[in-house]
């Protein structure tokens, strides 16, 4: 196995880490909110709109937010640093990044906290 | 890696042609690079249209209906489509990789009976969601 060094300043294996600590994650919410569909009630609006008002449900939903902006941030910088060769360009397109990601959190939160 | 092998000139031969219909990639490959794909995919657009579809349906009685008509358009069904596509494939490629990374089944028959298992498990997921929304 590749000797891969968590701690100091290898920040690039931190990302990797979190990456990996932020999928699973995601999975677990994935696979709980999955199973209370499949096995729940019929979703009309009333049900809909409980399950996202309980306080368990909202902080889940978000940690899972902050999970995919975490997550997403470390794969699309690798996807722009493999693919946007010219600094300027890769600048540009990490500075769109970190703004939808910032986009997306502050509409996960006014959805969740109405 | 020594700086010699560095620096040796390597042939470019990256045309998307040439790697879809040239290159035979080998499946472990195809995992890979549909795993990017998807993931670019999850993280634009439909990351921006579930949360403005949830944001809908939350709203009022009124939009949830509307979310409810929308989704049953042939279309966007299609767009649902390709999202539960994407999220299976991303999820168990995912899986994948996290095996991976804990040294498991990192022999190349296995990585390639793993590769054909995320594209079949990932296909049908697709195809029983896909059975349940139609």
């Known amino acids: ?114 | 890696m020594s700086s010699a092998a560095a620096k040796k000139p390597r042939p470019k031969y990256l045309s998307l042609f040439a790697l879809l219909f040239e290159i035979r990639l080998p499946a472990p490959a195809w995992v890979s690079g549909l795993h990017r794909a998807s993931g670019a995919l999850l993280f634009f657009p439909f990351a921006a249209w579930l949360l403005y579809l949830l944001d809908t349906s939350l709203a009022s009685e009124q939009g949830f209906a509307h979310v409810r008509s929308y989704l049953a358009m042939p279309i966007a069904k299609l767009g649902l489509l390709l999202f539960i596509w994407a999220y299976a494939h991303h999820f168990c490629a995912g899986i994948r990789f996290l095996l991976l990374d804990l040294n498991k089944g990192i022999d190349l028959p296995q990585a390639r009976m793993t590769s054909y298992m995320v594209f079949a498990v990932s296909i049908l997921l697709t195809a029983f969601f896909g059975w349940r929304i139609w």
């Open chain 1, 1 to 114: 196995m590749v000797n891969r060094i968590v701690v100091g300043a290898h920040y690039g294996v931190g990302s990797w880490l979190a990456q990996r600590i932020t999928a699973v994650i995601m999975a677990v919410y994935s696979v709980i909110l999955l199973v209370m569909f499949m096995t729940g009630r019929p979703i009309s609006y009333g049900v809909w709109k409980d399950l996202f008002s309980q306080g368990w449900m909202r902080v889940a939903t978000l940690l899972f937010a902050v999970s995919l902006a975490w997550h997403a941030w470390v794969g699309v910088r690798d996807i722009i640093m493999d693919y946007a060769r010219p600094d300027g360009l890769r600048l540009a397109l990490e500075v769109i990044t970190i703004l939808m990601i910032a986009a997306y959190i502050g509409w996960t939160v006014q959805i969740l906290w109405r």
